[in-house]
C-alpha cells in the first residue's frame, strides 16, 4: 500500500494546473505531454520547438531542483516485472495514439475546457485503469 499525502497531492495538482492554464494562456497551447514531446521529437518549426523543448526540460529538471532543495529524492520501490513495465509502455503509447492525446491533455486540460472528446477518452482510461488494477491484483496476482 502507498502513504495518501494530501496535502503534497494538493500541492501537486495545483502546481499542474496552474502550468496548463499559464500554457494555454501564454501561447495558446494545451499541455497535453505526449503532443509536446511528439513536438519536440518531430518540430514544425523552430519557435514550436523551443517552448516544447523548455517544458520537457522542466520535467526533467524538476527532480533535481526538489533534490537540491530537501537534500535527497523521494524513495521508489517498484516490484513489477521490468518486462511487464515495457509492455505497459508500450500499450500506453498506442493508446495515447488512438486516443489522440494523453491523460495530462484529456484529463486536466480536455476536462476543464469541457470537451466532449476528452470527456469520453477520460472515463475510458479511468474505467481501463481500475480493471487493469483489479484484474492484475485480484484475478492474475501480479
Known amino acids: 500500500m502507498t502513504e495518501f499525502t494530501p496535502g503534497l497531492a494538493l500541492a501537486g495538482g495545483a502546481i499542474i494546473g496552474v502550468g496548463a492554464v499559464l500554457t494555454l494562456l501564454l501561447l495558446g497551447r494545451i499541455a497535453g505531454i505526449s503532443g509536446i514531446l511528439g513536438g519536440v521529437v518531430w518540430p514544425s518549426s523552430f519557435d514550436d520547438w523551443a517552448w516544447r523543448a523548455a517544458f520537457v526540460a522542466g520535467m526533467v529538471l524538476a527532480p533535481?531542483?526538489?533534490?537540491?532543495?530537501?537534500?535527497?529524492?523521494?524513495?521508489?520501490?517498484?516490484?513489477?516485472?521490468?518486462?511487464?513495465?515495457?509492455?505497459?509502455?508500450?500499450l500506453v503509447?498506442?493508446?495515447?495514439?488512438?486516443?489522440?492525446?494523453?491523460?495530462?491533455?484529456?484529463?486536466?486540460?480536455?476536462?476543464?475546457r469541457l470537451s466532449p472528446r476528452?470527456?469520453?477518452?477520460?472515463?475510458?482510461?479511468?474505467?481501463?485503469?481500475?480493471?487493469?488494477?483489479?484484474?492484475?491484483?485480484?484475478?492474475?496476482?501480479?
Not at 65 to 86: C, E, F
Open 64 to 90: 533535481l531542483v526538489y533534490a537540491a532543495a530537501t537534500g535527497s529524492l523521494p524513495v521508489i520501490t517498484v516490484t513489477v516485472d521490468q518486462r511487464l513495465l515495457v509492455v505497459g509502455g508500450l
Open 93 to 112: 503509447g498506442i493508446g495515447v495514439t488512438f486516443g489522440a492525446g494523453c491523460a495530462s491533455g484529456h484529463g486536466v486540460c480536455g476536462l476543464a
Open 118 to 142: 476528452s470527456i469520453v477518452a477520460t472515463l475510458t482510461f479511468m474505467a481501463t485503469a481500475g480493471i487493469t488494477v483489479y484484474a492484475t491484483r485480484h484475478l492474475i496476482g501480479a
